[in-house]
């Protein structure tokens, strides 16, 4: 049974959002305080059947997803092209492009984006596909300076994805395990800014990173250093007593027109960047990471500003 069969027109709400989520991101994302505001709002979410046709269900007025796979991503496409009049956030083919750190990180870095605010770029970056034992000598032909922040290429949500290795010295280079991604490691005081895109609107939260690494440090230590998902695992720096010069966020102009680049070139409407700025200087900042319908739930405030978000698409 449909959905307009089950409500009556005197009890139908304004909006109807059909979510297809995995169920971690059910729990941190569906809490009963964005519930609650969505009703008062007159937003009704409603969980999409995996096992029954998209088209049978609803009817929505955006549809909210984040799974993956080719079925689903075919799924959603047909399902496009057969109800245009329906908002799907975020198209599929847009959000494919963010599952690859090569092309992740190529939209900020061809952005070249400088003003008074300041200057915005990606580290120095190289991809691995195959054989461990000749990454030396292509870190050594690419001119990349140790240390070295190696990524798998494939960012596919997955435990294995947001993990990260640190590199030390060349012999470690070969015990890293390809397809990865070599980026080039910039001092940031141990802090990183996580800014939260959700359509136009923006929310930048502290996270403590890895620690800086000094030239003492760089001679003495060697090996590859494992670690979790950094800026989720790491508790929030919001309150922490850090230096002004570490603590002060990035330029909220600079951070509206980087968002805006992005939006505008991704595709994307949800989505949030990694921040550094460079330890010592005041405007040099880089993206290191970007992510598809990350954990809102963590962000302050997500309720507001998600509900919001969502009347807005269907006022425009």
């Known amino acids: 049974m449909r959905l307009d069969e089950e409500i009556s027109s005197s009890q139908r709400p304004k909006l109807v959002v059909g979510y297809a989520l995995t169920s971690k991101k059910v729990t941190s994302f569906m809490q009963p305080k964005l ?55 975020d198209p599929p083919d847009a959000i494919q492009q963010l599952r690859n750190r090569q092309s992740m990180l190529q939209y900020a870095a061809n952005l070249n984006l400088s003003d008074c605010y300041g200057k915005v770029g990606v580290p120095r970056q190289l991809v691995i596909t195959e054989d461990p034992t000749s990454i030396p000598h292509a870190v050594a032909e690419a001119g990349l300076t140790l240390p070295l922040v190696a990524k798998p290429l494939v960012a596919d949500g997955s435990a294995k994805s947001h993990e990260l290795s640190l590199a030390f010295d060349q012999y470690a280079l070969s015990r890293l395990d390809p397809p990865l991604v070599l980026q080039e490691f910039v001092n940031h005081g141990g802090v990183l800014f996580k800014v939260y895109i959700v ?86 900042f880089y993206v290191i990471d970007i992510n598809y319908f990350p954990g809102y739930g963590k962000m302050p405030g997500y309720e507001h500003i998600f509900t919001d978000f969502l009347i807005s698409l269907v006022q425009a």
Request: proline letters at 6%.
């Open 199 to 284: 359509g136009e609107s923006i929310k930048v939260v502290r996270r403590f990173s890895l620690p800086d690494v000094n030239k003492c440090e760089l001679l003495d230590t060697a090996g590859v250093f494992r670690f979790p998902r950094v800026s989720c695992a790491a508790a929030s720096a919001d309150d922490a007593d850090l230096e002004p010069s570490i603590a002060e966020l990035p330029p909220r102009p600079l951070l509206e027109r980087l968002a805006r680049e992005l939006r505008c070139r991704l595709g994307l409407r949800l989505f949030n960047m990694d921040i550094i700025r460079e330890h010592g200087t005041r405007d040099q």
């Open 35 to 89: 519930e609650r505001l969505a009703r008062k709002k007159g937003i009704l979410f409603v969980a999409i059947d995996e096992n029954r046709p998209l088209s049978d269900q609803g009817p929505f007025n955006i549809v909210l997803h984040k799974l993956s796979g080719k079925k689903w991503r075919q799924i959603l496409e047909d399902y496009r092209e057969e109800h245009p009049e329906v908002t799907v956030l």
